[in-house]
């Protein structure tokens, strides 16, 4: 079965706009990361789309694809890390208490 391109872009955009609105939203740093991964692998699927658009030999979608979960791995541990001291120093992962750790 093979999907048109446009539903790919719709749904990429549907989980963009969902990791938008979690950034935006939320005071947890957990959920804060959480959405900023819907927001890679939606630009994932959009790079996937426009690779299969093209069509042809051009291998640069999905490499751009595999870069960015690369980065998203590393995002990810980097993140977490920052998550765990955070929690350690002030007992919370709410984004308010990084106010405070200034100084």
Same mark, same amino acid.
């Given at each position: 079965?093979?999907?048109?391109?446009?539903?790919?872009?719709?749904?990429?955009?549907?989980?963009?706009?969902?990791?938008?609105? /979690?950034? *935006?939203?939320?005071?947890?740093?957990?959920?804060?990361?959480? $959405?900023?991964?819907?927001?890679?692998?939606?630009?994932?699927?959009?790079?996937?789309?426009?690779?299969?658009?093209?069509? /042809?030999?051009? &291998? $640069?979608?999905? &490499?751009?694809?595999?870069?960015?979960?690369?980065?998203?791995? *590393?995002?990810?541990?980097? /993140?977490?890390?920052? &998550?765990?001291?955070?929690?350690?120093?002030?007992?919370?992962?709410? $984004?308010?208490?990084?106010?405070?750790?200034?100084?």
């Amino acid at each position: 079965m093979n999907v048109p391109n446009e539903h790919m872009l719709y749904l990429a955009a549907a989980l963009f706009a969902i990791g938008v609105l /979690g950034f *935006v939203v939320r005071r947890n740093v957990i959920v804060v990361l959480m $959405s900023i991964e819907l927001m890679l692998n939606a630009a994932n699927l959009t790079f996937l789309a426009g690779a299969r658009a093209h069509g /042809g030999p051009d &291998v $640069s979608g999905p &490499v751009f694809a595999l870069f960015v979960i690369v980065i998203a791995a *590393v995002e990810a541990a980097v /993140g977490l890390a920052l &998550v765990i001291a955070l929690f350690r120093l002030k007992r919370t992962v709410e $984004s308010d208490a990084l106010v405070e750790m200034k100084g």
